[in-house]
């Protein structure tokens, strides 16, 4: 079962906003603080063609670690699956997204996970290109294809004060780097992951991109399979394993269904064979979701009987 | 898509059987040590009622770790989610099962999840009953309506070989004493424990306990319902979050189905409408899964789409 | 240079207490928590024969962590540094007394020193006889001999209370148990763990012992060697390193000679060729130990110039 | 007691260099990995004015961590204790020199001691001074001062080396940036840093420097006064305390002297009232000390009784 119409969905929006007001804004990323707070929009493509929509569905918001997942994909159509995780591993973590203690105490010191920072900068080091400008072309242009949208492209405002203040990241690559977990120039590396965390879109496009999953890699307009069936899975798997968080096993078991968010306040929701669902809340619990967008997430799987377990 | 005679899936143990030798038996529970290596079994029960088998299905062995998932339920039956879930996490973690730093460092002292030791002691503690004799008969009972079997009990030569070495178990309740995430006496409960742990039974009675989750919590002869669907999905959650050791995430990414596994070299599986699985092979991996038991777990999902991703 | 009467101590007694005020009685041990706050005593037995005090300096406490130091010098006189040390190690650690983690992941699962819990039960372990009994007589023996007093004894009220509360010294054995640092009976090593941390002393016995340490092993009156020179010399690096539990370091730098406290607000200080110290204060900082004992060493330190450094 | 002669010197030189081919070169800084691993060399200040060496006390090695008991003095005369130790603790820690985890489980975010490399970061980085250039010079002068030899400077070679290979160091740098630690640039702190573990000094020259800790931290021959006695006392303090990385407790316990080691293979030594001592064995053991070294220190505390406890 599934949303029928604009104003059910409007109405459920309405319903979880008034939770925006327990969260907060992100802190420690200047440009995002100035969301306001009590934003939540949604999309939804259904894979029948079906899209329905509530709130500002149009507002623009970067991706943050919901670009985690492409890359993800992106490095695995390129590299394969046996080469990415002899780089980074495969299981869940209780840790917080920006721990570097597990990969001291880890005997193998690589990432748990492509879905923590540590992981994900691993994964991007493995994008494909000579240089830092090839490997945003690459990532660019594979977004551009998800997204059917020419025009996407990275917040530079964003990107400028990620960049300036992404210590702990650093911290994270120069760890890795020592342990030859990656190689390469670390700056380079922080740049082509900043911009890939500043790539903005709006709901729409997101709720787009999660349809590609749920539609095992394929586009839903174009019919063209941009990542295969085999590799859209082991990304659903990752969302649904470690997608939000530290709370990834509360969300699954009260949600269950494959998604990732990111501290912009976007949550990528991927319901395999159902729908693709972008929604934008900028409000954050302590996790770092949008509060919002988790209980209307909640409300829906509850409502439509979403989860695949 | 699915099995559909005993005879494919013979072909398909025997394919898995060989890697029985890269494996070993567990060393640290004598009783469970003296097993026979090569061993490798097989029962699939379909929700249309069909039911296959290959290997020795009727060879009996004790549930260890599965019947984690097992007293989870039976708790969150009698308790609900809220008291459940103020004593015990629902995150997955990337710590061996039976890690005791994780509790120290954690500033709720929580276990992080009912499936790694921590956790389902101290859901075992909730089990409802005045004393030790009054809990294992609720759990017994419990497992007897599961399995339609009421002489299903166990194995007493394991419980007593348990008991005397749980050493870490009895480190791991004295912690959480301190901490009040238990109370009561620490040697009743590893004597319940310890029972629950040795409960014996065979691949077809385990594969139509999965049944009864993949099935929403009803039993597919009787119909009766014995867990709420709701509770159903919350133990097939976790036992794809953390249902695997430190390969859950592995295994969802290779598998991805709900199971649950045990250093007996048990598994058992819940696919949602589909089907339940019991599956025995004592000779273990690394992290203390059977390692011919994954092998053929990994083989089918890829025959037959099994992924719930 | 050191103190020269007892006004000239009881001055720096009061300039002390007032700190008693900023700490708290310890409040895991019911039978510790009934003491007297302001409470502040001394003893020094100069090594000339001299002997001071200040405050009510024939009060009883129970030594607690002091404990710890006695054991060690006992075992080591009876079974050499090779065999101690191949059991527990001589490196002091930043986590708390009574922390499990360590054990967890050091390679070895062995304690990184005997004056954390996990060491000191260790040691205890090693104490010989062929039962709680005999162990406890040779223990009581030995610190009859130190003190001089053949009718020192442990406190049963204190005893029973601690053994029952006893859990997470439970949890550290039942852990070295099972990684093989400890063998025999974990309850009967607890129930004899638990009398040396009881033993019953005032301020004046206490300074006698710190003075056997501080005269290289040798009894003041009568001239006999109870300790070899080498393992007083032992002890005494240990109380430097590690014998302030968590302010160790601190308390080099602030007072620097070789001290050992316990949660009861007892301190033993051993100042080499200079003289015994016994102090009570309950009053314990957030670390566990005496506030104002420890504000008195190092007012007295800082007057009579007693840092080794 | 002490040494007598060079003769007797050089006896105990060549009963210790034996050792030197149980240990290995260091392997992570490219430009130290080239010497004699058969060399080994001391020199020894008297404070009555006698000097001794055996070896090839003229040959120059790097100061390496030896520099950061140097800089912890300088700062400590400019800063004073309060403002220093809010941003470094006091206390020892079990983990290796190098470690990243404590600083993210520390409540405090603050590194343990300035004797790891985290801690000695926060101290150069408090070295006075408005660019790197000030800072140097600074330091040099207070270097040369120590040694009375105004030609003292960087391994222009090592300095390169190690400034490329700094990962860990950068990656410590930028964790504790995050944390406000430090503040300031990062590449202008390794670069400061990297210069400073470069000094370039012979046995001779770093025996005075331990003269002068061993002094209270006036001159042997000017009587120049360069550090207070109270920071003489503080810096003697943590050489006991943590020294001689992970096993400064096993040499306090076996040697018992303040001493200071770099990966270089020098020692610096510092008794109270009797000498300095300076020692080069570039050959190491497993924890990055001099393996020789350590067993030349060990055999002349025992025979000439050393040990401070």
Redesign the interface.
Known sequence: MNCKNNEELANLVEEARVYTKYGKLVDYIPALSRENKSDLSISIYNLNGEFFYAGDYLKKFTLQSISKVITLALVLMDKGESEVFSKV???????PFN????L???RLNKP??PMINAGALAVTNMIPGRNVEEKWNKLIHFVAELTNDNEVSCNQRVEKSEFETA??N??????M??HKVIDGD?EELLSLYTKQCSIEMNCRDLARIGAVFANDGCDLETGKCIITKDIA??C???M???GMY?????F??KV?I?AKSGVSGGIMGAI?QKCGIGIFGPSLDQTGNSIAGLKLLEIMSKRYSW???
């Open positions: 591993g495969m299981e869940p973590t209780g840790d721990s570097i203690a597990k001291e105490s880890n748990l996970n210590f702990l650093r911290a994270l690559c120069y760890f780097k020592q670390v899975r082991v659903k798997t990752f649904v394993t470690c530290n709370s990834s096993g509360e699954a078991m269950g494959p395999p989860s695949i377990f």
